[in-house]
């Protein structure tokens, strides 16, 4: 007799969970940047730094390379979609979200491949040499995180017996309180991971635009204007949806059970609390490392596959 | 089913123990090295402790005393100032590249925890999975010994194999009685005095403590 009543405010929920992340993706890339620059002793731009950005760039004309083609214009969009989508499918606020259920864990990973690809490609569209560059070593970085990240979340599903993420965040949140040995082993493996994908820093740098180390900055050296505003907004979607499936998986206490929607307040609070701590820790692990050379990421990434199969190992022989 | 807290975090130190024991494996410099072999010590104490604790057995808080004493304080201070005297803190050289060795390394893992499967559904005791783990810890340290090329670290590897096999032994068969255990305690420390005076020797015969140097020693 309810179920009507719950199919539409699940669909509510699920719209304003993909606003709620559209919105909050520039702040907190933006209060990364502000802890980092504490952390410096610089005063910094401000959390809202990339919102203004942002408005600068849709302002702006795009410039086009004269040899770019289709690729090259519709990469922007297939790029932002495909961050949308991934941050609708896991389950930020709530469980019982309709999207959430459409697409598993192994599908996730896909979209993330999908606009990877999309971007890759642009780059070596235009032909220069900088985008053929960046786009080569993000397919060498990624390449190596990809099997560790899916070996993470295995390990998270071993545990749940579900690809499904609802179902792992059910079992890990709402079930009686067990230590898994295993999970601080994948979540050693997915801070690497998310290091590595969303060009941190002793990977990538984000704010550099040295030529002989950049990787993602190269590749996008040739969109401008709403192109790129689209194109960096992706990327604070992308770190967002990095943040939130840590969350998921490590820290899930709090996010909204099944038919509990009077849950949600407490759970966005919780999880405002929990990005503030994630970016504040990124910023603090930003600082405290140097970038390394890239042909020690190899080695880097290396070392998240071997803690991810040693937390699947270990599932086995101990069970938990 | 619910398995007891105590158990839960034996497993997760048993957890931690492995790691580390990667961590050693991975490790290019000498004093991480030996600083990591001090945290091992620690947590074998507290995984000690803890098992002392949850079976209820005096003895084990003693063993956990001494390798808290011993492993975590002592050996790690004794190393530290061999290391200073013999002013030897360049980088670790490895005979395999370190990815390659961290991937025999998870081919050990496989390995032993296979291995240990039957042995484990035999035992009787609360910690029945670990076995599995303390032989990867002793087949890593053993991989350590053969892959380092410098005496010193080889020691370090044979000091964090007798770490394995002690925490083998809490874990399965809830520890040897406290005579043996001394004797053991007395034998690491023993060989660790004897292994100092050895690196001297080596260095002073060869000006290096680079073992291959030994491979000269032939009687012809």
């Known amino acids: 007799m309810m179920t009507e009543y719950d199919l539409l405010f699940a669909i509510l929920f699920q719209l304003a969970q993909l606003l709620l992340v559209v919105l909050l993706a520039p702040l907190l890339t933006g209060w990364v940047n502000q802890c980092q620059a504490w952390l410096q002793n610089r005063s910094g731009a401000g959390v809202l730094q990339p919102y203004r950005v942002l408005r600068k760039l849709f302002h702006k004309d795009a410039v086009i390379a004269h040899n770019a083609s289709w690729l090259f214009r519709v990469t922007p969009y297939i790029v932002f979609g495909c961050m949308w989508l991934a941050a609708a499918i896991i389950p930020i606020i709530a469980v019982d979200l309709p999207f959430s259920q459409a697409a598993d864990v192994i599908a996730l990973v896909g979209v993330f491949a999908l606009a990877r690809v999309f971007i890759s490609l642009a780059a070596m569209d235009i032909g220069t040499a900088f985008g053929s560059l960046g786009a080569r070593r993000e397919m060498l970085v990624s390449f190596l995180a990809e099997p560790a990240l899916l070996m993470v979340l295995f390990t998270a599903s071993m545990i749940s017996h579900s690809t499904q993420l609802p179902r792992i965040v059910d079992t890990l949140a709402h079930h009686q309180f067990i230590l898994y040995p295993s999970l601080a082993f994948a979540a050693l493996a997915f801070v690497i991971v998310l290091l590595a994908e969303n060009a941190r820093i002793p990977v990538d740098n984000p704010s550099t635009h040295l030529e002989l180390t950049m990787i993602h900055e190269a590749m996008i050296l040739e969109y401008s204007a709403r192109h790129l505003a689209l194109i960096e907004w992706a990327s604070s979607l992308k770190l967002f949806a990095y943040i939130s499936i840590g969350i998921a998986l490590f820290v899930p206490h709090g996010i909204a059970e099944v038919g509990n929607w009077a849950g949600l307040p407490l759970a966005i609070v919780l999880l405002l609390l929990k990005l503030m701590l994630a970016g504040a820790g990124l910023a603090v692990l930003e600082t405290v490392m140097a970038k390394m050379r890239i042909f020690r990421a190899p080695e880097f990434l290396g070392t998240a596959f071997l803690l991810a199969v040693l937390g699947l190992l270990i599932h086995f022989l101990l069970g938990a | ?220």
């Open chain 2, 1 to 220: 089913m619910q398995i007891p807290y105590t158990l839960q975090f034996i497993n997760l130190l048993a957890a931690l123990l492995l790691l580390i024991a990667f961590a050693m494996l991975a490790q290019r410099r000498i004093l991480s090295l030996i600083n990591l072999f001090a945290w091992q010590g620690a947590l074998l104490a507290l995984s000690t402790f803890i098992v002392a604790y949850s079976t209820n057995q005096h003895h084990l808080y003693y063993s956990a005393g001494l390798t808290l004493l011993l492993k975590v304080m002592l050996l790690p201070y004794l190393l530290h100032r061999l290391i200073h005297r013999l002013n030897v803190r360049w980088d670790v050289e490895t005979l395999i590249n370190i990815p390659t060795t961290m991937l025999v390394g998870i081919a050990l893992v496989i390995f032993s925890f296979n291995l240990a499967a039957p042995i484990s559904q035999l035992a009787e005791g609360i910690t029945r999975g670990l076995i599995g783990i303390a032989l990867a810890c002793v087949l890593l340290s053993l991989l350590m010994m053969l892959t380092r090329r410098k005496a010193v670290s080889q020691v370090v590897a044979f000091l964090s194999l007798e770490n394995g096999l002690f925490f083998a032994a809490t874990s399965a068969t809830q520890g040897m009685p406290l005579v043996v255990e001394l004797g053991i305690a007395l034998d690491v420390l023993v060989a660790t005095f004897i292994f100092g005076v050895f690196f001297f020797q080596i260095r002073e015969t060869f000006d290096s403590l680079d073992i291959t140097h030994m491979e000269k020693l032939k009687d012809d």
